[in-house]
Each structure stands twice: as C-alpha cells, then as structure tokens.
DNA sequence: GGCACACTTGACGTTAACGTAAGGGGCATC
DNA sequence: GATGCCCCTTACGTTAACGTCAAGTGTGCC
C-alpha cells in the first residue's frame, strides 16, 4: 500500500533488506566486509540506495548459482571499474565469457542430474503401480505442493508485519 | 587398445578413480568416510567395482549441481533403499521430485544469470566497436578457447595412459 | 530518566569438504 | 637390503560463509 519500491531515490535500511531478501545482518556486514558492498552512512548507520540493493540481488543470484563470493565481487568489480579504459574492459568481456561457458556447462549438468532423478521417479512409480497404486501421489498432491511453497513465501512477507 | 571399461567384471583401484575424475584419494576416502562409498577391500587396500564407480560419478555430478555431500547421500540412499518397502518407496519417490523442483528453480537462476552476463558482454562490445574495435576478440579466438578445452581433456584422458 | 528497540563493532565459534603431514605396511627392483 | 612407489590410518590444519555472543551507541516514548 506504501510507497514505489522502484522510486530511485528511496534508500533502505539494513533490515529492510534483510526482511525483503530473507537474509541477515551479519550477512550483508559480511559482505561489505568483503568489498561487495558499500553503503552510505548516517552517523554509524547503514543506509541502503538502489545500487545497493541491486548489487544484493546479483551477489545473492550468485550464490545461488553456486559462485563463491569472491568470484561475486570480481564480476561486480568488473562491472564497475569499466571506465579504466577499453583494455580493461576487454578483459572484462573474456572473463565474462568464461562464466557464461562455465554457467551453460554447469546448466547442463543440472539437466542431466533432472532427468536421472526422473529416471528414478519413473522407475518408483511403476513399481508402486504394481505394487501398492494407493500409495501413488496424485496430481493433485503435487498442486498441493506447489501451493504450499507459495503459501509459504506469503507468509515470509507476513511474519514481520507484526 | 586395452581392456574394456565397461565390463562389469572389472575393478578400480583408488588411483584409477581418482585419475579417471581428477579427484584426489583423499576425497574419495573422505566420501566413505561420511557412507556415500563403501568399496571392498583386499588385505587393506580398497577395491572398487562397477557399481562403485557409478556411485562417485553420481556423487560428482551431485556435487557439480551443488548439493551437499549429505543430501547426495540421502539421493543414494534412497536408490538403494527401496527394497524397504512400498512406503519406503513412495517417500524416496516424493523427495525425488522436491530435488527435480529445486533444480529446476536452481536452473532458471542459471539462465538468469547467464542472460545477464550476455546483456553486459553486449554493451562492452557496442562500447569497443566504438572505442577500440582492435580489442575486440573475434570469433577465431572464441574458437581457440573451446579448442584449447578439448585439449585439455585429451591431455588427462592421456595422463594415466603413460 | 528509564526502558525498549534497532543499530553498531569486535571477536570467537561452527560447518563442510577436504588438504596435509606424520608414521607405517607391502611389494618390486636395483 | 635399501630405495621407491603405492597403499593405509590418524589427526591436526584450512577456507568460506556466516552464526553467535558481548558490549556499546542513538532514538522514541511514557
């Protein structure tokens, strides 16, 4: 109901982010710690603008891609630093070509290991066909799943409203 | 122009494992330790079969796709379980398919990412085609990376040949 | 002014996944 | 029979990414 999240000019606290990105103090401390971030202060007080907060969004989809932070920090850096000329910016471009290889090969892998688990989901459901149809979980179980995930990130958005 | 790999007969020892998927022996008693390999043993030293060796090529690729050496073993497990049961089955079954949602979610960040990496690659090409168009890698080079990958595999498939 | 609450900075603790060093056995070879 | 090589176990060390106190500061409120 509040103000635009998108507004430019809007900052965020620590625990703004914290709560929006579902992750801890300590954890962006850490990572200033590091060099990934570098919010202003007010006094001694973090104040979070929206470079900042778009970092965060690129240091966490890192982490989920299974980037170590340092490797985080050095396509952030590269990112950044592309005023130190144009030779500096090509090697940028063959570091990032590097991770883009690096990441499709990886995709590939995460392929493979889906279908092999299907491989096993297969097998299981035809035994349990055979063996006990009672125990199959139905379509509608795996909605329920689904539904419950959903439930769950709504209610990650609720537990600090209170 | 030796023995066939792929005969179920055969058996490895720790070296073979470890040069075939250039890991150190270490990890591969590390991985017993923690019961996701249980190889036989003559006098003390480790034999490995067929069956072993799928195993560790599970736990690689397991780990590749950056589950943790704990719910790699829970996966394995839950393979070898199953004759504990219907039941037993049909939970084994259901976690199956929680692994299958988390890599596919763990594989849309992957594209996302890779995305990303492509939008910046792009405007440093633009600003080099502008700058300095000398700097910018041509598709030969791109060439020469793959070029330079696949031998590198060759190199280790030989390295044990010796 | 006292209390709650959010923020801060250390600094030590923890977990995962090995690395590495120390010490020892078994077998071929020079 | 000493050397070298591969294997073994035990055990302490290491790195990453935080968690978890402890102790202090600033701000609003009754």
Redesign the interface.
């Known amino acids: 109901m509040t103000s635009d999240l998108r507004r430019p000019e809007r900052t965020f606290t620590i625990r703004n982010l914290c709560v929006e990105f579902r992750v801890t103090p300590r954890a962006l401390r850490f990572y200033e710690d590091k060099g990934l971030l570098y919010p202003a202060r007010e006094g001694l007080n973090r104040v979070y603008n929206h470079r900042d907060r778009a970092r965060l969004q ?1 240091i966490l ?2 982490k ?3 980037l170590s932070l340092a490797e985080i920090r050095e ?1 952030l850096d590269l ?1 950044d630093e ?1 005023d130190g000329g ?2 500096q ?2 090697k ?3 570091k ?6 690096a ?2 090969a ?2 590939d ?6 279908e ?3 491989g ?2 297969d097998r ?2 035809r ?2 066909t055979q ?2 149809p009672d ?3 139905r379509a509608a179980d ?1 909605n329920q ?1 689904l539904l419950a995930r959903l439930d769950g990130v709504a209610d990650n958005a609720h537990a600090h409203a209170e």
Chains 1, 2 share one sequence.
């Not at 990032?96 to 290889?101: C, S």
């Not at 892998?109 to 889906?114: H, L, N, T």
């Open positions: 690129l989809r890192g989920r891609v299974g396509i990112y592309n144009a030779a910016m090509a940028s471009l063959r990032f070509r590097e991770r883009i290889l990441l499709e990886q995709r892998d995460i392929d493979g290991a889906i092999q688990l299907r096993g989901c299981m459901e035994q349990l063996l006990r125990l199959l979980p795996y799943v």
